[in-house]
């Protein structure tokens, strides 16, 4: 059985929230799924806040969020010469 609850987010975490929950209704579902994550690792003795989560979602989530730097650079520096040689 769910249970109504009034939360305040700042305004990034609200749009955030929005983004990795998919659509409005969705919302309770995915912070109840982070909120019993956090919770099994916490049982689990897991003292690492940024231990990978078990969500799809928030897992898709981090591996964008650890690619993103990746991607800008690749589109920022200069592309290798096509026999393979490096430039230094």
């Known amino acids: 059985m769910a ?3 009034n939360i305040a ?7 955030l929230l929005l983004t990795l929950a998919g659509s409005p209704r969705k ?3 995915y912070l109840s799924g982070l909120i019993r994550d956090r919770n099994a690792q ?4 897991s003292t690492d806040v940024l231990a990978p989560p078990t969500d799809p979602r928030a897992r898709l989530a981090a591996l964008i969020a650890e690619a993103a ?3 800008a650079q690749l589109l920022t520096d200069p592309a290798p010469p ?3 040689a490096r430039i230094e």
Do not use: S, T, V
């Not at 987010?9 to 749009?15: F, G, H, K, S, T």
């Not at 916490?42 to 003795?45: D, E, F, N, Y």
């Open 69 to 71: 730097p990746l991607a």
């Open 82 to 84: 096509a026999d393979g």
């Open 42 to 45: 916490q049982q689990a003795g």
């Open 3 to 5: 249970k109504r609850m």
């Open 27 to 29: 919302q309770g579902e």
């Open 9 to 15: 987010l700042d305004d990034d975490a609200a749009d």
